[in-house]
């Protein structure tokens, strides 16, 4: 599966942005699709996933973005969006999209994923 995300860019606390994930080569909605970020000098840390549409597209987030992120699929155009609001300096970071067929309780582990976008950049000034 190929992966493209887009949509970062440089944004004042409290403002949102909205990220997308365009998927080819592959029906993604039989994957999971995660969003994980990683800021400079960190690990790459887990955001947000979506579950494929046999699991009723459940998702799951990280407790620091709980209540100001939402993750949502659009099946028809293969895209996975993370819509972040309320955005606040440490949510600085590249974020990237992925995909993992890992069952999923296992969602968050970046080790189970092997397809991922080139990232997008997210920066939020004070």
């Known amino acids: 599966v190929q992966l493209q995300a887009s949509g970062g860019g440089l944004v004042q606390a409290g403002g949102s942005l909205r990220l997308s994930c365009a998927a080819s080569g592959r029906t993604f909605s039989n994957f999971h699709m995660g969003w994980f970020r990683q800021a400079p000098g960190k690990e790459r840390e887990f955001v947000a996933a979506?579950?494929?549409?046999?699991?009723?597209?459940?998702?799951r987030y990280t407790d620091s973005v709980k209540g100001r992120f939402t993750v949502s699929r659009d099946i028809a155009k293969n895209t996975v969006y993370l819509q972040m609001n309320n955005l606040k300096p440490e949510d600085t970071a590249v974020y990237y999209c992925g995909v993992t067929q890992i069952l999923w309780a296992y969602v968050d582990s970046t080790r189970n994923y092997v397809d991922w976008g080139q990232g997008t950049q997210v920066t939020v000034s004070s």
């Open positions: 979506i579950a494929r549409r046999s699991y009723g597209d459940s998702t």
